[in-house]
């Protein structure tokens, strides 16, 4: 810890003056630990318990009598009780006072004990703690943090690393991505082929192997990349997550994302074919077989109470073709392909609960017509979320706009390449998961909420470290802390310190000290001469990218490092072009407008940019016309402007960038500026 106890010693000592003053508790005394407690009240002096920060943790992983004898010596006294108070039933909560005399931690379970020890952990310098009082438990009981390991392998030990940093800042559920399309990633001793071949791919890199025909190989092709998790490593996983208060949630991925499994069993598929679907046949009896027999041995490795079947993204093409999945539509009454994605996942469902256990699903399953004992977990707008609520299911909240770690966390220009999309430390702090005018009931339905990397991009070990931390410090402090505890201040200078500690610790972090932000043409309004004019679209935007709507290219808002911050308008499969009207003759000296390459979400440079100037709205005049210079697979996210300049007089100017003609391509513009 950086913060040097002498300044910890000064905060509290000014604090209980503060405190003395106003004969209140000190609740707004905020603490260099991640995530902030709840109640805290500082005193004068401190404690020499002997242990170091890294001691305390080691010693909280003890089994209880050992941690107890342990602690006691180094006068660290520890109560497991009925009540204590200020916690109510919260046994993840507990009390830690720290006096002159020692240290006194209370709490209602071990989990309680353990959250209390890692509290102490943050406050010890070279064995001393300043004397303080804190009450503490979480603001919500799902703490996630998720990690795909199906797009790149991660090894077990690297799992294990990331797991004690999850113990670090309280988060308490590993949802472990451990199958899609581009690898299976667990053990199934009925279906031997979903490791011997589905979990192998002759490339390592995810879009060489996306883009070179999604091919699987055996463990002994001499480019085999990938690998998988043996019982015996998922065991030792559980148990080492448990040891840490950590629930590891499996997430087995139906009835799409699942090209994996289709390509060694293709008989489970609607074309009987491998290579050809990325759905589950939902018209064959011998899915239901397969993937009950896989969660059988799901159950029986994993004791949590949920188990994650995906259910997002499922496409309809395939059973919109397939007689069985056509014979199940109409002998269920399921009426379309949307009702025969519901039949699965409440199949699935039943299943599941039949066995004890309870479903989570990705947003789309509520659709799906579920039972109130499954969960929703939220990746695309938040609104899914109200509906889940009100649908009576209970909530994890890990939208786009929030949680998706996989994006850029500063300028891309000086970032390793990822998806794209802009996600800043600040940004995710920023997170408020509870609509605030939902009703008591409702808000209680919020059970929680996760940070999700996906892997696409994110291959070697250190890139995945710097992709996870430190926003997942960021949804740590949201998921623990009360919203009045949040401050943003306090927590980014936290994070520098944290970002040493996990330095010295052989983590990866990204630096927050050297971050660039934002694009600087976002940080404030242009002003230019089509400002507020007249524009025309001779072909419409997309209504999934409207920005500003029919003004947003005249209305001096720039956008961002990402296309999807609600500034760059989208054209899907269309040009752009549009004729702006100045109302009179206008001179002119420039014209311009910039796009966005991303061939990740398709989006691309326009082939060809053509500017006209006009008198009266019918004939146009040719300024200028401008080819791309930008290869079309050119990986990183690239900016170029296509303007004309010179000088002119006009009241009409007609901006056209033609499309490349990719299938389902999209440009991006921000602003058509004319000076
Ligand atoms: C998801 O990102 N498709 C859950
Ligand atoms: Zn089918």
């Keep these: 810890m950086k913060t040097s106890s002498l300044f910890l010693f000064s905060m509290f000592a000014a604090l209980s003056l503060s405190v ?46 050992d941690m107890t004898e342990s602690l006691e010596k180094s006068g660290i006294t520890v109560s497991v009780l009925e009540e204590v108070p200020g916690l109510g039933s919260n046994e993840e909560g507990y009390r830690l006072e720290v006096t002159k005399r020692g240290v006194g931690i209370e709490a209602l379970s071990e989990t309680g004990v353990f959250y209390a020890l890692r ?27 998720h990690l795909d390991v199906s797009r790149h392998f991660k090894s077990k030990d690297f799992i294990k690393k990331q797991l004690d940093v999850m113990a670090r800042y309280k988060l308490n559920r590993f949802h472990w991505h451990l199958t899609d399309g581009a690898g299976w990633r667990i053990e199934i001793d009925r279906y031997p082929e979903l490791t011997d071949i589905a979990a192998w791919r002759p490339y390592p890199d995810w879009e060489a192997w996306w883009n070179g025909g999604r091919r699987y190989c055996t463990e002994d092709h001499p480019d085999a990349d990938g690998g ?6 998922v065991r030792e996983i559980i148990e080492y997550a448990a040891q840490r208060h950590i629930t590891v949630i499996p997430e087995i991925e139906m009835p799409g994302h699942s090209e994996e499994v289709l390509a060694v069993y293709p008989e489970l598929s609607c074309s009987g074919k491998p290579y050809v679907n990325s759905e589950f046949c939902v018209g064959k009896e011998a899915t239901f077989e397969f993937l009950e027999n896989v969660l059988l041995e799901i159950i029986e ?30 002998e269920e009454h399921l009426g379309d392909e949307s009702g025969l994605q519901g039949y699965l996942v409440r199949r699935i469902e039943k299943f599941l609960n039949g066995h004890g256990r309870k479903l989570i699903g990705w947003d789309e399953v509520l659709r799906d017509g579920l039972n109130t004992s499954s969960a929703i977990m939220v990746w695309r707008d ?20 929030y949680c998706y770690i996989d994006a850029y966390q500063d300028a891309p220009f000086t970032q390793p390449v990822a998806k794209g999309g802009y996600l800043t430390l600040e940004k995710t702090y920023s997170f408020q998961p509870v609509p605030d005018t939902l009703s008591p009931d409702l808000q209680a339905r919020y059970m929680g909420i996760q940070s999700n990397l996906w892997c696409e991009y994110i291959q070697p070990d250190e890139y995945t470290e710097y992709m996870l931390y430190p926003r997942v410090l960021s949804i740590a402090e949201t998921a623990w802390s009360f919203p009045f505890r949040k401050n943003w201040d306090s927590f980014r200078e936290n994070v520098v310190s944290e970002t040493d500690v996990l330095v010295s610790r052989g983590y990866n972090p990204f630096d927050i000290r050297k971050e660039k932000g934002e694009r600087p043409e976002a940080a404030r309004p242009e002003k230019h001469l089509a400002v507020g004019k007249e524009i025309e679209y001779l072909q419409p935007f997309s209504r999934y990218y409207p920005a500003g709507g029919d003004t947003a290219l005249i209305d001096g808002v720039r956008g961002g490092w990402t296309y999807a911050d609600g ?20 001179e002119i000296k420039y014209i311009g407008a910039e796009f966005m390459q991303l061939i990740g979400p398709w989006l691309w440079q326009p082939h060809e940019v053509i500017i006209s100037v006009s008198d009266d709205g019918r004939n146009f005049t040719e300024l200028s016309r401008q080819v791309t210079d930008v290869p079309e697979d050119a990986a990183e996210l690239i900016f170029r402007t296509y303007s004309w300049e010179g000088e002119t007089t006009a009241r009409y100017v007609r901006y056209k960038a033609v499309s490349n003609g990719i299938d389902n391509g999209c440009l991006f ?5 004319v000076r």
């Design 20 to 65: 003395l003053v106003s004969c209140s508790r000190s609740d707004g005394m905020l603490l260099p630990v991640i995530p902030q407690p709840l109640h805290v009240i500082g005193g004068h002096g401190g404690f020499n318990t002997g242990l170091g920060p890294e001691e305390i943790e080691d010693i909280s992983l003890l089994p209880f009598p």
């Design 382 to 401: 938040m609104e899914y979320g109200v509906e889940a609520a009100m649908a009576g299911n209970d909530v994890i909240m890990s939208p786009g706009e």
């Design 119 to 145: 509290t102490l952990a943050f406050l010890s310098d070279d064995g001393k703690v300043p004397c303080v009082e804190i009450t503490d438990y979480p603001r919500f009981p799902y703490r996630g943090m």
């Design 669 to 673: 513009t921000d602003e058509i500026i």
């Design 301 to 330: 490795l994993f004791p949590s109470e949920y188990i994650h079947i995906g259910g997002d993204e499922a496409a309809h093409a395939g059973w919109e073709n397939c007689p069985d999945c056509q014979r199940r539509i109409a």
């Design 567 to 586: 500034r760059w308008q989208g054209f899907i499969n269309r040009n752009v072009d549009v004729v702006i009207d100045f109302g009179e003759p206008t």
């Design 228 to 233: 998988y998790y043996t019982k015996e490593d």
